[in-house]
């Protein structure tokens, strides 16, 4: 049971490159979202999933899309990078409980330098 | 708008003392608390969790946290720290029916000192 999986580990990308930044989990969990951790700020979401086929936008979505075709795939995709999105993304599963009483299952998370 | 507060960027505390985290929340309806905790190049880990119910909650590695209605409060404990405790620890507040909106403190760091 690998729980939440993201890759890559590290990625250096330049200035109005694209890239895929990949995770799955293997929980059947119904909620995925997607983080960006930067000093001082704690965690931002940037999008989330309740299910296949629906998403929706965090904190601070712009710059970012996402899909969710299957349960245990939830992409996010840069689509021109900028250094203003260097930063440690983190992806993470909930279970659907009874309101919000579930925790969250965090992958290793991606460092990403934008130069 | 639900926020939380971690007023601490750093805590010391010396190994064998007693440490707290505090973490102070604004929520409207029933709060949902959880701790989680981030060691060196790793993701978010959960610790422990208030639905309802008693105020003090027990979580993993010997943790606590208490949660106080009125001061709105939800402080994290351990009688003994341990130097391997030393980490980053964000508190959390879920809210929402179906998708849980979770808002994360800005997270405090921990170090144990031998």
């Known amino acids: 049971n690998a729980g939440v999986t993201q890759t890559p580990k590290f990625q250096v990308l330049k200035t109005g490159q694209s890239m895929t930044l990949q995770c799955a989990q293997d929980?059947?969990?119904?909620?995925m979202s997607w983080y960006r951790q930067d000093p001082g700020m704690g965690l931002r979401l940037i999008h989330y999933?309740?299910?296949?086929?629906?998403?929706d936008q965090g904190e601070v979505p712009n710059g970012y899309n996402v899909s969710r075709s299957t349960t245990e795939d939830f992409p996010l995709r840069l689509l021109s990078a900028a250094p203003s999105q260097t930063s440690v993304y983190f992806c993470?599963?909930?279970?659907?409980?009874?309101?919000?009483?579930?925790?969250?299952?965090f992958g290793q998370g991606t460092r990403l330098t934008v130069v | 708008a639900q926020s939380v507060a971690q007023p601490e960027d750093q805590v010391n505390v010396a190994e064998g003392n007693p440490l707290t985290v505090k973490c102070t929340y604004s929520?409207?309806?029933?709060?949902?608390l959880f701790w989680y905790v981030q060691y060196p190049n790793r993701g978010l880990q959960f610790l422990l969790k208030?639905?309802?119910?008693?105020?003090l909650v027990k979580g993993s590695y010997g943790f606590e946290a208490e949660f106080n209605k009125s001061q709105t409060s939800f402080h994290l404990k351990k009688p003994s720290a341990l130097v391997s405790d030393s980490a980053l620890y964000f508190c959390?507040?879920?809210?929402?029916?179906?998708?849980?909106?979770?808002?994360f403190g800005t997270g405090t760091k921990l170090q144990v000192i031998p």
């Open positions: 929980m059947n969990h119904e909620y």
């Open positions: 208030y639905i309802t119910g008693d105020n």
């Open positions: 993470a599963s909930t279970r659907r409980g009874r309101g919000s009483n579930t925790e969250a299952f």
């Open positions: 999933s309740v299910g296949a086929g629906i998403t």
């Open positions: 929520v409207s309806g029933n709060p949902y």
């Open positions: 959390a507040v879920h809210s929402g029916g179906g998708y849980q909106k979770v808002t």
